[in-house]
């Protein structure tokens, strides 16, 4: 009998023993199995009682107060024709031979009067100089008229006093031809002196002053006649296109000047041109632009259009420059620009204000391509996600993802294929996408329920 109690003893001892062994083993072996036993698919884990693996949601509702804080405006989508553009850097500049005129000395002088400075407004024949000529080659000039005039006189008067000898026969005709020939050298003498006179800025009162034997000490220097405008460029009735402005002043009171030295510079900013800079590369895209006439649009980066009037004026391309420049490799196009002003006096004077000015910026957009039956939304209407594209379907506060897709993307817009995801007559929020994205996202991963359903025919209530 103690026999056998003691063998039953034993087996217990061994048996505790066994399962305190293998108890040892698993704990020690835990970081082997644990990360097994946490990774099973029929274990529940946080992130499922989170509901995590719930569907992601699609709509976000916004309050009237936050869609005023984001400024978002809704518009309907429709199927449209749009042209693709590239985009060209531009600078405004002078029309060569229109915009500026150069105004320089007839005649060697003194500058006695500046009659109008720089930034002042002249008319076409206003006075911009005086100057007190001291030349000897044009007080030679006058007094060689002067004496062939009076010397023609005095043939004239001995012609008529022995015509009536010549004729009785007193004397012989011989004189009379020879007073003939006197007097045709001495009107070559006068018209040589007139032409040169001319060709100096005097004018046919001048002259015949000259003649009269009152000879000119100070001579004025008047503003140009206006150019007509090119034919191919707009009209714009607000361009002052009758008067120039001193745009720069070369010399000074009191100041020695010699023919043909430049005393100002006149400007008249009524037509000018865009010049575009481009790339041999995008050669062929202009020229079929301007072969075609496609307008092309341009961007005023540096104007202020809520101070102007609207302008109303198409832009085309009118040539393209068939030289390249040898450093930057670039040639230029040029495309004419209208452009509009107003005038204010300041202490009696006249002053000229211009919309756009040589050298402002712009961003010339080109057409290249016509792509039909798409939809077209702005860029802020878009929001990118890796490789996909979203916009969002406003209804009432509820505002809906829908993923798109993406034909073609600009600076200022995106166009969408017409394939049925996203349908012609929805109302799409027109800015803000990446923030409306944001906030979804944000509301997901908070945790926010989803309680809103979308029905067949795109709309989006609250569920019921």
């Known amino acids: 009998m103690r026999k056998n109690l003691n063998t039953r003893v034993r087996n217990w001892i061994v048996q505790i023993l066994v399962i305190a062994g293998i108890g040892a083993g698993v704990w020690f072996s835990r970081d082997a199995w644990l990360p097994l036993v946490r990774e099973s698919p029929g274990a529940e884990t946080d992130e499922d009682r989170n509901g995590s693996h719930a569907e992601e949601p699609k709509v976000v509702r916004l309050s009237p107060q936050a869609r005023s804080n984001l400024g978002l405006v809704s518009k309907s989508v429709s199927v449209q024709t749009y042209w693709r553009k590239i985009q060209i850097p531009g600078v405004i500049a002078d029309q060569p031979g229109s915009s500026d005129r150069a105004i320089t000395a007839p005649l060697e002088g003194i500058v006695e009067q500046v009659h109008a400075y720089e930034g002042d407004i002249v008319h076409p024949g206003g006075k911009l100089f005086t100057l007190r000529l001291i030349g000897e080659y044009l007080q030679k000039t006058q007094s060689d008229l002067y004496k062939a ?22 004397i012989p005709e011989k004189r009379l031809i020879e007073l003939d020939q006197d007097i045709s050298r001495q009107k070559v003498l006068v018209e040589a002196s ?132 040898p450093e930057s490799r670039t040639f230029d196009f040029y495309i004419p620009l209208t452009n509009q002003s107003r005038i204010y006096e300041n202490e009696g004077r006249r002053f000229i204000s211009w919309r756009f000015r040589p050298g402002q910026r712009v961003r010339i957009q080109v057409p290249v391509e016509q792509l039909t039956n798409v939809l077209t939304v702005p860029s802020a209407a878009i929001a ?81």
């Open 194 to 325: 007139r032409q040169e006179l001319i060709t100096r800025g005097l004018n046919q009162a001048q002259i015949r002053q000259i003649e009269a034997g009152e000879f000119l000490r100070i001579v004025d220097v008047f503003a140009p006649e206006v150019s007509p405008a090119e034919p191919d460029a707009a009209v714009d009735s607000s361009a002052a296109a009758d008067f120039f402005e001193v745009q720069n002043l070369g010399i000074e009171l009191g100041q020695q000047v010699a023919t043909g030295q430049l005393l100002a510079v006149l400007a008249n900013h009524s037509s000018l041109y865009v010049r575009g800079n481009a790339f041999k590369k995008e050669a062929s895209n202009l020229a079929r632009a301007a072969e075609q006439g496609w307008p092309v649009e341009i961007e005023f980066t540096e104007d202020t259009a809520r101070n102007w009037p609207e302008l109303d004026q198409e832009f085309r391309i009118r040539n393209l420059a068939n030289t390249t420049d």
């Open 384 to 464: 990118h996600e890796g490789p996909e594209a979203f916009v969002f379907q406003q209804n009432g506060d509820l505002f809906r993802r829908i993923p798109v897709r993406v034909v073609h993307q600009d600076r200022t817009h995106v166009v969408i294929a017409n394939d049925g995801g996203l349908a012609p007559g929805f109302y799409i929020a027109q800015g803000s996408a990446a923030s409306l994205n944001r906030i979804l996202k944000s509301q997901a991963s908070a945790g926010a329920r989803n309680d809103v359903h979308v029905h067949a025919d795109g709309t989006t209530h609250a569920a019921h």
């Open 149 to 170: 005039t009076r010397e023609i006189e005095i043939l004239n008067r001995e012609k008529m006093r022995i015509n009536n000898l010549a004729t009785s026969g007193a």
